[in-house]
Nanobody
């Protein structure tokens, strides 16, 4: 059972990236998938979440600049990030929780599986 996060890299302010979270060993259909990010010395914070039935949540810090989506046929969730800012620099993690409708998407202890993280650096 594994989540593989990818798509990070170095991008200039105002640029875009698309992160991917691919699952192996299980299917994402019954799971809510979230993206978190963390910078050294700070707690991991929720960025966005998509439920099994497509309900979406965003942190205020990325609302209007990011789009989360899922492709269950590919067992993959995406996070499209636009108009990137230096303060978006972080390691981004994806996480999966079995979706019974009663989870707090921002609470890291809710999640059953975590990806290894992908580094996003926004700098000129």
């Amino acid at each position: 059972v594994q989540l593989q996060a990818s798509g990070g890299g170095l991008v200039q302010p105002g640029g875009s990236l698309r992160l991917s979270c691919a699952a192996s060993g299980f299917t994402l259909d019954d799971y809510a998938i979230a993206w978190f990010r963390q910078v050294p010395g700070k707690t991991r914070e929720g960025v966005s979440c998509i439920s099994r039935d497509g309900r979406i949540q965003y942190a205020d810090s990325v609302k209007g600049r990011s789009t989360i989506s899922r492709d269950n046929a590919k067992n993959t969730v995406y996070l499209q990030m636009n108009s990137l800012k230096p303060e978006d620099t972080a390691v981004y993690y994806c996480a999966a929780v079995q979706d019974n409708g009663s989870y707090d998407w921002r609470w890291i202890l809710e999640y059953d599986y975590w990806g290894q993280g992908t580094l996003v650096t926004v700098s000129s």
